[in-house]
Structure formats: structure tokens, C-alpha cells
């Protein structure tokens, strides 16, 4: 048996930057220790499949380890394979997933997705965190993940965290933004007690950081360039109680998974 498999780097515009994840188009779901084996594998963050449904298609996403409920990244990946590589006519497609309906948007170069705004709140950490971190902060805030705002961009990029104390101290993940120079906002995104010492591009912390930067810039629409060593950009809005994400994404690589069974 043989599958066309394709590498997508997500929020890119060009290789070797963004979020890669693998995207492998079914006729019909294989079991689902097959589809972990090849995740495993294919050894990257998360693996995407989907099976065309006629009106809409069916999407699921493996880690090496497991599968997962919802990955974003992966959805856009997945979106721009069906736009780009299977044909698909409109200018959005749904993705049917166990959590529900995702819907992206075809917008010329980029694809676009809405999530719910997880606004953050003041709020404190130990000294021994922000040592860990490296720099003093001018504000920490919180939501779902600690955020450290920073005055410069460039106390950002200079952050080198110890990620043993990082793993101690910060159970969820760490976000440090600053504004940016020609881009609205930076930001960096630590999460090593998750297994991600340091996210190349994470989609939710947008939806914590538009919030924040709609209220302290004055305005709802952004540039934002999260600065990992593969960098990413993603354009933003805030749209009442939602974010709206979107990001270019670069086929890296097409070939052929050859599994040797009929």
C-alpha cells in the first residue's frame, strides 16, 4: 500500500521556517495503530489525516506519542493541502474533528481560523521564575499560560531560559511579547514541563496575546512575529470575544509512504 504524504510549514512564506507537520490524505481510515505507527515514524510534532467526506472532511492529528484533540497548525496545514494539492473549489473548507466543526478560510496567500479569546488577567511570579527566565519583566499577566511583557523586542530575543527551572517552576507554558519593530508584537513561547522547551509558532498563545495588545496598542488588527530560531508570522484581529488567526503555510516536501502490505 502506498500513501502520497506531504510536509507543510506552517505560518511561513518561505522553507525552513514556520511549524512543519506532516498531512497524509486518506480514502478511508486505516486502523488507528497503523495511522499512530506512521505518526511515530514520521517523527514530527503532530501528523494530520483526512478522508473527504463529500460536503466536508474528516480530520485527525497524531503526535509520535498520541492522538490529540485539536491542532491548529496541523489544521492549516491540513487546509492548504486540500486547497493546493487535492483541488478543492471554495475558498473554506470544515474540518469535521472530535471537538467539533473547524472551519478555514482561504484569504489570496494565506488561510484563516477563529478561536475563542482567552484574555489575560495581572498578575504575579516568584523571583525565582523570572531568574529562570533571565530578565525582569514590566508586567506579568496570566490566562492559561504565565505571560512576561517585555519593554523591547530585543530583551525577547536575548532570552536564554534555563528550561530545567522552567520545567519546576512553570507546569503550563511561559509567554514573553514585547513590541515589535516592524511587526505590532513579538513574542517567544517556553513550555519544556510540556515536552516543548521552545514552541516554533503557537497559535494559542495569540489568543491570549491579541487581547492584550488590542487594549494596551488601541487598535484590533496586527502583525505578529513569534521569534523562535524557525520564526513565524501570523496576522491577527480580535473580533468581539474572538481572535482571528492568519498565516501563509510552504509545502516542503511530497512523496510516497510505502507500507509494504496490501
Not at 509567554?175 to 517556553?190: E, K, L, M, Q, W
Not at 524557525?230 to 492568519?246: A, K, Q, T
Amino acid at each position: 500500500m502506498e500513501l502520497t504524504l506531504y510536509q507543510v510549514n506552517a505560518f511561513a512564506s518561505s522553507p525552513f521556517q514556520g511549524k512543519p507537520s506532516v498531512v497524509i490524505p486518506l480514502e478511508n481510515w486505516l486502523p488507528d495503530v497503523l495511522l499512530q505507527q506512521i505518526a511515530q515514524e514520521n517523527n514530527v510534532v503532530e501528523t494530520a489525516y483526512f478522508v473527504n467526506n463529500e460536503d466536508d472532511f474528516h480530520l485527525r492529528w497524531f503526535t509520535p506519542e498520541a492522538e490529540v484533540d485539536v491542532c491548529s497548525h496541523a489544521t492549516l496545514a491540513s487546509a492548504h493541502v486540500v486547497f493546493t494539492e487535492v483541488g478543492h473549489g471554495s475558498d473554506s473548507v470544515v474540518f469535521d474533528t472530535r471537538l467539533g466543526r473547524l472551519k478555514v478560510e482561504r484569504n489570496g496567500e494565506r488561510f484563516r481560523m477563529e478561536f475563542r479569546a482567552t484574555p489575560p488577567k495581572a498578575s504575579t511570579a516568584s523571583e525565582e521564575l523570572i531568574q529562570a527566565v533571565g530578565a525582569k519583566p514590566r508586567e506579568i499577566l496570566e490566562s492559561h499560560d504565565v505571560v512576561f511583557v517585555y519593554d523591547d523586542a530585543k530583551e525577547v530575543a536575548a532570552l536564554r531560559p534555563d528550561m530545567d527551572a522552567l520545567t519546576r517552576l512553570a507546569p503550563s507554558a511561559l509567554i514573553a511579547t514585547a513590541p515589535g519593530y516592524d511587526c505590532d508584537f513579538v513574542s517567544r513561547t517556553f513550555a519544556p514541563a510540556l515536552g516543548t522547551p521552545e514552541d516554533a509558532v503557537t497559535e494559542s498563545s495569540h489568543c491570549t496575546l491579541v487581547p492584550y495588545w488590542a487594549e494596551t496598542l488601541g487598535k484590533k488588527e496586527f502583525l505578529a512575529r513569534q521569534i523562535s530560531k524557525r520564526h513565524g508570522e501570523i496576522w491577527c484581529s480580535l473580533e468581539g470575544d474572538r481572535v482571528r488567526l492568519e498565516g501563509e503555510a510552504v509545502l516542503y516536501l511530497r512523496g510516497e509512504l510505502i507500507l509494504g502490505t496490501d
